[in-house]
């Protein structure tokens, strides 16, 4: 059974910065392309980056560039989300998930997610 476990969530203060973690068990990690949305009160899932099976292709949100960056260690099994220069719109449950197949911005087609880890950005 495919778990996926984000962490590393928390509370910092405008321009901060966090790094969020996704450890993933029961699948072929390496086979799998990965991504990171996030879900603030009141507003619909978004997409905010995805990395490759390979690690070499990355896309974003234009919200993020910039400033988000994500890698991925595949003999951990483990994906990041680098936030730097964090804003109070980034506010937000994250989630990772991950997918068979290139990389994609829409939620539908990915089949496996995380329980997510809250992001709190004080302004």
């Known amino acids: 059974q495919v778990q996926l476990v984000e962490s590393g969530g928390g509370l910092v203060q405008a321009g901060g910065s966090l790094r969020l973690s996704c450890a993933a068990s029961?699948?072929?990690?390496?086979?799998?392309?990965m991504a990171w949305f996030r879900q603030a009160p009141g507003k619909e899932r978004e997409f905010v980056g995805g990395?490759?099976?390979?690690?070499?292709?990355?896309n974003f949100t234009n919200s993020v560039k910039g400033r988000f960056t994500i890698s991925r260690d595949n003999a951990k099994n483990t994906v990041y989300l680098q936030m730097n220069s964090l804003k109070s719109e980034d506010t937000a449950v994250y989630y990772c998930?991950?997918?068979?197949?290139?990389?994609?911005?829409?939620?539908?087609?990915?089949?496996?997610w995380g329980q997510g880890t809250q992001v709190t950005v004080s302004s």
């Open positions: 029961g699948l072929t990690f390496s086979a799998y392309t």
């Open positions: 998930a991950a997918r068979l197949g290139p990389l994609s911005t829409m939620g539908s087609g990915f089949r496996s």
């Open positions: 990395v490759s099976w390979k690690g070499d292709s990355t």
